[in-house]
């Protein structure tokens, strides 16, 4: 009996990182009520809406200004139901961030953002990477399979605040 084998390879693939909105966002002061509608999900104060592509993991670095105070990301994905249109919002991950404040980044509209060096989580599920110091920034990896868009939203206690966040898919 002769086997034939066919090998197939796994290739990896990842996404040039790009920033999540050319404009820096306000923060909100509460992140906004997810619920089920047959509107599709758009961008709006503090939050940006972007596709989910084809890849599975969405990596996220989140950069907020010192104006932010106690600031705090969700991530929601939506799914478009087959019966009836209806976007169906699914919480991804919701958390605070801790901001460096040594160094600066400009980016978005020229506004001096900083790293996160933490970011704690208080719903959903993200692999978290934080760091100890400010030689570098915290991210997220968040699990995005069988989401059609996703949705950022940040969020502080302030009305002053104001973030953007470098993603990519991989």
């Known amino acids: 009996m002769i086997h034939q084998h066919t090998m197939t390879q ?24 997810e619920l089920v509608t047959t509107t599709v999900p758009a961008s709006s104060n503090g939050a940006v809406v972007v596709p989910a592509g084809s890849l599975n993991y969405l990596k996220i670095i989140p950069m907020v200004s010192t104006s932010a105070n106690t600031p705090t990301i969700r991530v929601t994905g939506w799914t478009k139901s087959e019966a009836g249109n209806y976007w169906v919002p699914q919480m991804l991950f919701f958390g605070t961030i801790t901001a460096v404040t040594s160094s600066t980044a400009n980016i978005g509209s020229n506004a001096a953002l900083y790293a996160a060096t933490t970011i704690t989580k208080t719903d959903g599920d993200a692999k978290i990477y934080s760091v100890t110091d400010n030689k570098t920034s915290a991210m997220l990896l968040i699990d995005t399979l069988g989401c059609q868009l996703i949705k950022i939203e940040f969020g502080n206690t302030t009305t002053a605040g104001t973030a953007n966040a470098f993603i990519g898919a991989i």
């Open 10 to 33: 796994l290739k990896t693939v990842q996404d040039p990182m790009k920033l999540l909105s050319s404009t820096n966002v306000t923060a909100n002061l509460a992140v906004s009520a």
